[in-house]
């Protein structure tokens, strides 16, 4: 291990960030192996990702039967996987997904969506919302706002970009309604002083904020930007690189929703871990993008979209069981709130659940040292657990779906006992 260790140090990049040391030998289903033959329970789902666990068998065989077949194309020849899983992507997306493309990673599909909308509105003006993440490449980058980490250093970037705020009601301490009439004020004001509706191709947003800390956007939020897009001629964006797939214990966070996007990014979750994301919408947006506008060698390659295949296909029958264990999870953790002052507030969708953690439950206030002493803590119990938001204290709770009623559980009482943990510490 300390080999691998100081040979990974040697040539990998540090600016790559590794959440465990783990030596991987192998993984199935939620477990990850090392060498030694030591097994922990990936609660990361690989960053959200490995929705049906590690290596879930349908994936793999598919995976196997194209590579038997040829393995890229590099848009020379057409063949079938990449048609197939373009029809079953569109079975599953929100209503006005007519027409789809692929790429290789969420940022890339989400700069392709926001140059799509872009072209096809003729204007350049994007709106973000604060606290969301879309990615890490230069236009991705722009769009990002949920750590100024993400964007120190690489200034100046894009321009036309407008930051609105988004609801973070728990951390502004109020309710819903009011964070949502402060958010919706500040748009308006933007579009008063800013920049003018008419400049604006589309409004990016995560319906659930991700790296931001796991925030759902309030429904009225949502509704209140469709109104405004069909006022104004904007096209609504919904990044659901992570919602998606079924993390939110449904395809997409937008079925959560009455407010419906025009366009979408996609990827995560779409090949259970091969490097494969997607984006589209409606025919007459879509077939507006001239031939060679946009490109891709790698993106929709044979064996990323014979594996995204086989995960729609397994996982409709899925959607039932997350649903059930969201509940359950929920529950869990809104009790373990009742007995730790160090949670804050419990938020999220389906089996994406942010549990914030706080110095006390009156101050609110961030504490960061509380999470790294329960992921320490658990992990020396064979779990895995990661955070998110901009202070690093929101437990980001995000099992893969076949994860049994058990075997939650299970991590939820380890989660408990580094509670109890920390609560002796800090005396």
């Given amino acids: 291990m300390a080999d691998l260790l100081k040979r990974h140090g040697d040539v990998i990049a540090p600016v790559i960030a590794f959440d465990t040391d783990i030596n991987a030998a192998s993984a199935s289903g939620l477990w990850v192996t090392d060498v030694t033959g030591r097994r922990w329970a990936d609660f990361a789902s690989g960053t959200a990702v490995t929705n049906l666990g590690h290596n879930h068998p349908a994936v793999v065989a598919a ?12 848009c020379i020849f057409r063949y079938d996987t990449l048609v197939e899983a373009a029809e079953k992507l569109r079975a599953v997306t929100p209503p006005a997904i007519e027409k789809v493309a692929f790429a290789n990673s969420g940022s890339e599909a989400v700069e392709a969506v926001v140059k799509l909308a872009k072209h096809s509105t003729g204007r350049q003006g994007v709106v973000v919302f604060r606290g969301g993440f879309h990615g890490r490449t ?25 930051i609105a705020p988004f609801p973070h009601a728990y951390r502004w301490g109020m309710d819903v309604d009011e964070a949502v009439d402060i958010c919706l004020r500040e748009l308006a004001l933007v579009f008063k002083h800013v920049v003018s509706p008419k400049n604006i191709a589309c409004l990016l947003i995560e319906p659930v904020q991700g790296e931001g800390g796991y925030y759902p956007a309030p429904a009225r939020f949502l509704d209140e930007l469709r109104t405004l897009a069909d006022e104004h001629g904007i096209l609504l964006i919904y990044d659901e690189v992570q919602t998606g797939f079924g993390r939110t214990a449904e395809w997409f966070a937008a079925d959560h929703f009455e407010a419906k996007p025009d366009l979408i990014a996609v990827g995560k979750g779409i090949a259970n871990g091969f490097p494969l994301s997607a984006y589209g919408g409606p025919a007459d947006i879509v077939d507006s993008w001239p031939v060679g506008a946009h490109g891709t060698t790698f993106g929709g390659n044979p064996v990323a979209t014979a594996a995204a295949t086989a995960v729609m296909d397994a996982m409709g029958g899925l959607l039932p069981h997350a649903r059930g264990l969201s509940t359950h999870a929920f529950t869990r953790f809104g009790e373990l709130a009742e007995r730790h002052q160090t949670i804050g507030d419990v938020r999220g969708l389906g089996l994406m659940i942010g549990v914030e953690l706080v110095e006390s439950q009156t101050t609110r206030a961030p504490d960061a040292k509380a999470f790294r002493h329960i992921q320490a803590y658990v992990f020396e119990r064979d779990l895995i657990i990661i955070d998110c938001g901009p202070d690093g204290n929101v437990l980001r709770f995000i099992p893969p779906l076949v994860t049994t ?8 009482d380890q989660i408990e006992e580094g509670l109890d943990s920390w609560k002796q510490t800090k005396g």
């Fill in 63 to 74: 995976a196997h039967a194209q590579l038997d077949r040829f393995i890229h194309s590099g």
């Fill in 405 to 412: 009623l058990e075997e939650l559980d299970w991590a939820i």
């Fill in 138 to 162: 230069m236009g991705s980058a722009t769009y990002t706002t949920s750590n100024a980490r993400y964007r120190d250093g690489y200034h100046p970037l894009l321009g036309s970009v407008f």
